[in-house]
């Protein structure tokens, strides 16, 4: 049973404009919440996070929105560039600090 | 900061042989994660340590799979014996404390079991 789910197995877009991962889960025990971006060959790497008490957050290009009656979280990238494709992983946590992961959405950055 | 390391990169063995994947964390921190990568399953939590001892093992798939951290510097991921099905990315993961802080990953062993 998957209580973080990435519906979305891939998403391109075309550089500078807006990409939009999306990210359901089903816990309702979760109360933080993170984005985390995958190269080839390499770890995942930390994005951008947000905890339950807010419904926005942040960071120079990237924005987390989380909709708490929707269990539903949303990253924005604006502008897309090519060096953001990778694989986009969301993860939730809450109580004894187990950090569950999604599938992952692969994005493609077309020029 | 030489990030979390692990070893070896790539394992390729035989089916019902012993497979021993290693991490070394980040120096401080006191929280280490072990997760399996597979297409049709994404990221799974298979187990995770605090201070080395081990919180929640519910993600281990079957008894074959063992885990252990002997200190705060090391840790061992087991499977034995292993299986075709047991083929995938193995990544070890570590962070300063609980709750909110990031998991810093190593860059994962991927094993082929044929």
């Known amino acids: 049973d998957q209580q973080v789910k990435q519906n979305s197995p891939s998403l391109s877009v075309q550089e500078g404009r807006i990409s939009i991962l999306n990210c359901d889960y089903t816990?309702?025990?979760?109360?933080?919440f993170l984005w985390y971006k995958k190269y080839p060959a390499e770890g995942p790497t930390f994005l951008i996070s947000?905890?339950?008490?807010?419904d926005k957050n942040e960071d120079g290009r990237f924005t987390v929105f989380l909709n708490k009656s929707a269990k539903h979280l949303s990253l924005h990238i604006v502008p897309s560039q090519p060096g953001d494709s990778a694989v986009y992983f969301c993860a939730a946590s809450g109580g004894r600090d187990k950090i569950i992961f999604g599938k992952g959405t692969r994005l493609h950055i077309l020029p | 900061d030489a990030g979390v390391i692990q070893s070896p990169r790539h394992e390729v063995t035989e089916m019902g042989q012993e497979v021993t994947l290693r991490c070394k964390p980040i120096?401080?921190?006191?929280?280490l994660f072990w997760y399996r990568q597979t297409m049709m399953r994404g990221l799974e939590l298979l187990i995770y340590f605090n201070n080395n001892v081990p919180i929640d093992d519910s993600g281990m798939p079957e008894d074959r799979f063992s885990a252990k951290m002997p200190n705060a510097s090391f840790s061992t991921l087991k499977i034995q014996p292993s299986e075709p099905r047991d083929s995938a990315v193995y990544f070890c993961?570590?962070?300063?404390?609980?709750?909110?802080?990031?998991?810093?990953f190593g860059n994962g062993t991927r094993l082929t079991v044929t």
């Open positions: 993961a570590s962070r300063q404390g609980l709750g909110n802080s990031p998991l810093h």
């Open positions: 947000i905890s339950s008490i807010k």
């Open positions: 120096s401080g921190h006191n929280s």
């Open positions: 816990n309702s025990m979760f109360d933080y």
